[in-house]
């Protein structure tokens, strides 16, 4: 269903964004990958048209400027004549404790990880459109239920969820026939997630290949959500409404917390 689509993804040097690119080059897509380091852009882009893609070619720039993020598009629009796909990968850096209060950090983390999302795709729309496409949102557990550790990063995966399907109502209403794939995914193997949180996290991550291939199916399906790995992320989000403090505390029975002082 892929073959010949064009297709962005962002985020796509290192993860889940890689593994999303190499699936779309097996599968003779058009591909237009971005994040900020050249080299290892040059490396996808490489290794992409040894699978197979039917184009390849990369955009590097930082998503904390919005004007990057609308040039990403103008670059679709203007080498690949359109487009099919928006895949929404990209994360910034955060780190992983209690709240520090930083406010700054914050608002960085906003601009990155939410409001360049939404200024590709304001962007892509006209695009999109025309094609019938497609828009797909990587978000996380993080971005459904409360999760410790994480507040700053958590607070812009819920902002998505928001805008994403406030704006799929949005579209349903005017007929407009893109659609919106928000994608929540539990723990998955890449290098940056078991930097941070293998040693606290009880569970095992998944393999981000396997991840990347889900997600794609899930966005060709033109599904409204994706769960990866279901076990780990729809059923415990079964009882956020009927025993919404039992899934607060299952999820921090996910992580070995230190004893608590005087204990
Ligand atoms: P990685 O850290 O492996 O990849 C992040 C990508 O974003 C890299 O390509 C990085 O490249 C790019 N990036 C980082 N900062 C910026 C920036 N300022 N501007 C542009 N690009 C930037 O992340 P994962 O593959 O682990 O995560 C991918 C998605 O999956 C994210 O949205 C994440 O929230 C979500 N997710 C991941 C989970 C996991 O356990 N791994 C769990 C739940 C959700 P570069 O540094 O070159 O810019």
């Known amino acids: 269903m892929l073959r010949g689509k064009r297709v962005i993804v962002t985020g796509a040097s290192t993860g889940i964004g890689e593994q999303m690119a190499y699936h779309l080059a097996r599968m003779g897509s058009h591909i237009l990958v971005t994040a900020r380091t050249e080299a290892k852009l040059q490396n996808v882009v490489r290794r992409c048209l040894e699978l197979g893609a039917a184009s390849a070619r990369f955009v590097s720039g930082t998503m904390e400027d919005t004007a990057f993020a609308q040039h990403v598009v103008r670059e679709a629009q203007t080498s690949l004549g359109g487009l099919d796909m928006l895949i929404l990968n990209h994360v910034g850096a955060s780190y992983f404790g ?30 999109l459109k025309e094609s019938e496409g497609s828009i797909v949102v990587v978000s996380s557990m993080a971005g459904k239920v409360g999760f410790p550790f994480t507040v700053p990063y958590s607070a812009t995966k819920f902002a998505l969820d928001g805008f994403f399907s406030s704006l799929r109502q949005e579209f349903t209403i005017q007929s407009i026939n893109v659609s919106i794939t928000l994608c929540i995914l539990g723990f998955i193997d890449t290098e940056r997630a078991v930097r941070a949180a293998a040693e606290v996290l009880r569970e095992r991550p998944a393999p981000r290949d396997e991840c990347a291939l889900e997600i794609l199916k899930g966005a060709a ?15 415990p989000l079964l009882l956020r409404d009927c025993a919404a403090e039992l899934l607060d505390y299952l999820v921090r029975s996910r992580y070995r917390l230190p004893a608590p002082p005087g204990a």
Do not use: C, Q
Not at 111 to 120: K, Q, R, T, W
Not at 221 to 235: F, G, N, V
């Open 98 to 127: 209690f709240f520090d209060g930083d406010v700054e950090h914050v608002r960085k983390l906003l601009e990155i990880n939410f409001l360049s999302y939404v200024a590709m795709t304001t962007s892509a729309l006209p695009m």
């Open 221 to 235: 399906l033109r599904r409204r959500e994706l769960y990866y790995r279901y076990s780990s992320t729809r059923l």
